[in-house]
C-alpha cells in the first residue's frame, strides 16, 4: 500500500503558465571545473509556477505575503474528492457523495481532482474552477484550505475572481496545479508548505499526501 503521493508537477522550462505570467527559467551562474568547487544557478519564475500557495496579497493589495500566512492550513488532515470531467464549474452536487451526513462533515482540507490527466505540459485555458456557492458551503463546514488540480480557482478568462474574492472575505487558504491524477479518492495528511518569501504574492510548494 502506498504511504506517500507526490501531487506536485514537475518544474522545468517549458512548464505551462498563465498566458503573459513569467515563465521557468535557469542560468548557470558558476560550473564545476578546476578553478570551480560546485554548480550555482539562478532561476526566474513565477510564483504561480507548479505546485503553489496563492496570498492574499495575490487577490487583495492589503493581503498578507505568503511569507507572513500562517502555516497551519497546509499541514494536516485533508480529503481528496473526485469530480473528474463534470464541467466548468465544481459545484456542490459534485463534491456531496464525499460529505458525510452527520458531523464531522470534512476534514478541514479539501482538494478537488477534476482531470483524468493533470496536463503538466501544457497551458488549459478551459481549466476547471470553483463555484463560488461550493467555497462558501466548504467554510460553512470548517474548511480552511481548498486545492484544485488546475491553474487557478477561478475560470481562466474572470476578471472578477469571484472564489478568489470568497476565500479572501472567508480567510480560506488554497493550493492550486495539484496533480491528483493517481491519488485515490479518500483522507490523507496534506504536507504542502510554502517558503518565507516576505513580499511575494504566492509561493511554489512541494505538495505531498501521506497516508493516514
Request: proline content about 11%; glycine content about 6%.
Amino acid at each position: 500500500m502506498q504511504n506517500l503521493w507526490d501531487i506536485s508537477p514537475p518544474v522545468a522550462p517549458g512548464s505551462p503558465v498563465f498566458p503573459g505570467d513569467t515563465p521557468y527559467q535557469q542560468q548557470w551562474t558558476a560550473s564545476i571545473s578546476p578553478a570551480c568547487p560546485v554548480n550555482v544557478s539562478a532561476l526566474t519564475l513565477s510564483p504561480h509556477v507548479g505546485a503553489h500557495a496563492d496570498a492574499p496579497l495575490h487577490y487583495d493589495p492589503q493581503g498578507q505575503a505568503i511569507g507572513a500566512v500562517d502555516l497551519s492550513p497546509y499541514l494536516g488532515p485533508c480529503r481528496v474528492i473526485h469530480c473528474i470531467g463534470r464541467g466548468p464549474l465544481v459545484l456542490w452536487e459534485h463534491l456531496a457523495h464525499a460529505v458525510q451526513d452527520l458531523p464531522p462533515h470534512l476534514p478541514p482540507r479539501v482538494l478537488v481532482r477534476t482531470y483524468q490527466h493533470m496536463p503538466v505540459d501544457r497551458w488549459d485555458g478551459d481549466l476547471a474552477a470553483y463555484a463560488p456557492d461550493t467555497v462558501e458551503r466548504l467554510a460553512a463546514l470548517g474548511v480552511t484550505l481548498i486545492g484544485i488540480d488546475t491553474a487557478s480557482i477561478d475560470p481562466a478568462d474572470s476578471k472578477t475572481l469571484d472564489s478568489h474574492q470568497t476565500i479572501r472575505r472567508l480567510n480560506l487558504r488554497v493550493l492550486e496545479n495539484l496533480v491528483l491524477d493517481d491519488v485515490p479518492e479518500g483522507d490523507y495528511e496534506l504536507i504542502a508548505l510554502p517558503l518565507k518569501l516576505m513580499t511575494a504574492d504566492a509561493s511554489p510548494v512541494r505538495a505531498v499526501l501521506r497516508s493516514l
